[in-house]
Each structure stands twice: as C-alpha cells, then as structure tokens.
C-alpha cells in the first residue's frame, strides 16, 4: 500500500526527492504520512511528517530548514524534498502511514501501521 522510490547517491550539498505512493486511504479517514529513516547500526527515527491534505506539516531540527514534505492528493502521492543533503543524512528512508483523528502527526515509529520497503540514500 506503500511505495517509495526516488533513493539514489549524491554528493554533498545535493539534493534529492523521494516520492511515496499511498493507496488504501480515504481523506475521510483522517491520517498522518511520515518519512523515517535508518542507518546501519542505528534506529529508526522520523524526519517529517504529514496530516492528510497537507495542512499540518512537522520536522524535528535535525533535517528543518532542509527537508520538506508534500502530498499530491490527486496523485495520492507523497513527496520528501531533501535540500543541502550532508553525509549524516545516509540511510534507509521508509514512508509510513497511520489513522489519526486530529493533525497532530507525531515522528513515533509505533504510531504507524503501514509501511513501505525503503529506499536508499547515500550522501558522500
């Protein structure tokens, strides 16, 4: 239901932008859209954030300024725009989805259900 792609090498200072196809969810549904990442040795962590129909956006420090995130509804496609990309950026990036009431779209692992495969970044 989650499909990522759009991963690829680059040098520092490029930019990149994944892209993320969501099926399986109404806008009636209410639901959050959240990229994490995870490099090798390390745990999953949240980089952005998003409340269906794109409204609501958030990013914790380490990537705000430089990342951001987008929906296409028509397309019910999401975006991740990664700017000024630097070595620690290098991970598996993974979107997800989860059912949420409110736009209150928290970067908590255990609060999504559903997840796609991941796509590589590599920044060097």
Do not use: H
Not at 21 to 27: E, T
Not at 51 to 65: A, C, F, I, N
């Amino acid at each position: 239901q989650l499909v990522e792609s759009g991963g690829g090498s680059v040098e520092t200072g490029g930019s990149l932008r994944l892209s993320c196809v969501v099926s399986g969810y109404a806008y009636s549904d209410g639901y959050c859209l959240g990229w994490f990442r995870q490099a090798p040795g390390k745990q999953r962590v949240g980089v952005a954030a998003i409340y269906r129909g794109g409204r609501t956006t958030y990013y914790p420090d380490s990537v705000k300024g430089r990342f951001a995130i987008s929906q296409d509804s028509a397309e019910n496609t999401m975006y991740l725009q990664m700017n000024s990309l630097k070595p620690e950026d290098t991970a598996m990036y993974y979107c997800a989805a989860a059912l949420q009431p409110s736009d209150e779209c928290l970067l908590i692992e255990s609060r999504y259900q559903n997840w796609g495969q991941g796509t590589q970044v590599t920044v060097s």
